[in-house]
């Protein structure tokens, strides 16, 4: 089985306002999947709902990446819905990987368990591409559930990805939100504000790579470096 759904904030929170991006908000490629395993039941009505209801208070991440005069990129919230992809997997017996956390940037183990963000398509702006999806796979020898999502990284970084997936899990287990409302502003750099005095200190932008040499130095890394796990108790 195979389903296909379009979840919607439970109210229009979006009202079509703008956001305009810089800085880091423009690593327009990258994007943060992450896939969680979970050895009970989901309730998919109730996960629904809670999304629903969490896409309201977030209404960056129902929006769209626009481009206007090929130079400023805007995110609309125009309250469009996030995809939702629901299937059950019959041929796995278990949860294949054994590691409690996986860091894959290789070998594509996690991507059959996620509906990506198809950020190639942002380059040039997108109306029609969602920020954020969801994939729900039923391991249905074992009765795991995993969840995948997908968080195109113009919506913010791993940070800002982390407090809406707490939030979403919250919200699904019905307890209090944290106090805290998240915030959209941006702000703005004009080049006369700009102090390269303090470059030196900033090395992620004085010793950038490019994202070929990137790449490279990642797969490096995959290929000499092993995983340690830590159990915390």
Same mark, same amino acid.
């Given at each position: 089985m195979q389903m296909k759904t379009e979840i919607f904030p439970s109210s229009f929170t979006g009202g079509n306002r703008r956001i305009e991006l810089t800085g880091t908000d423009?690593?327009?490629?990258?994007?943060?999947d992450n896939v969680f395993v979970y050895p009970g039941d989901l309730d998919l009505n109730r996960l629904k709902d809670a999304l629903s209801h969490i896409l309201?208070?977030?209404?960056?991440?129902c929006g769209r990446l626009l481009l206007h005069d090929e130079e400023h990129y805007i995110i609309e919230m125009s309250d469009k819905a996030v995809p939702v992809?629901?299937?059950?997997?019959?041929?796995l017996i278990q949860w294949p990987l054994n590691s409690n956390v996986v860091r894959d940037n290789v070998e594509g183990q996690l991507q059959p368990f996620l509906d990506e963000v198809q950020t190639t398509k942002l380059w040039h702006g997108c109306p029609n591409e969602p920020l954020?999806?969801?994939?729900?796979?039923?391991?249905?020898?074992?009765?795991?559930?995993?969840l995948g999502t997908?968080?195109?990284?113009?919506?913010?970084?791993? /940070?800002?990805? !982390?407090?809406?997936?707490?939030?979403?899990?919250?919200?699904?287990?019905?307890? #209090?939100?944290?106090?805290? =409302?998240?915030?959209?502003?941006?702000?703005?750099w004009s080049?006369?504000?700009?102090?390269?005095?303090?470059?030196p200190a900033m090395r992620?932008? /004085?010793?950038? !790579?490019?994202?070929?040499?990137?790449?490279?130095?990642?797969?490096?890394?995959? #290929?000499?470096?092993?995983? =340690?796990?830590?159990?915390?108790?």
């Open positions: 423009l690593w327009i490629t990258p994007r943060i309201a208070l977030w209404p960056l991440v992809t629901i299937l059950d997997n019959t041929e954020f999806r969801v994939k729900i796979t039923r391991l249905v020898r074992s009765d795991e559930w995993v997908s968080w195109a990284h113009v919506l913010g970084d791993a /940070c800002a990805c !982390l407090n809406f997936l707490h939030m979403f899990s919250c919200s699904y287990q019905q307890i #209090e939100l944290p106090a805290l =409302l998240p915030s959209f502003e941006r702000r703005l080049k006369n504000e700009v102090d390269r005095s303090l470059l992620h932008l /004085c010793d950038a !790579l490019s994202t070929e040499q990137i790449q490279e130095k990642m797969t490096i890394e995959q #290929e000499t470096h092993v995983q =340690l796990n830590i159990h915390f108790s």
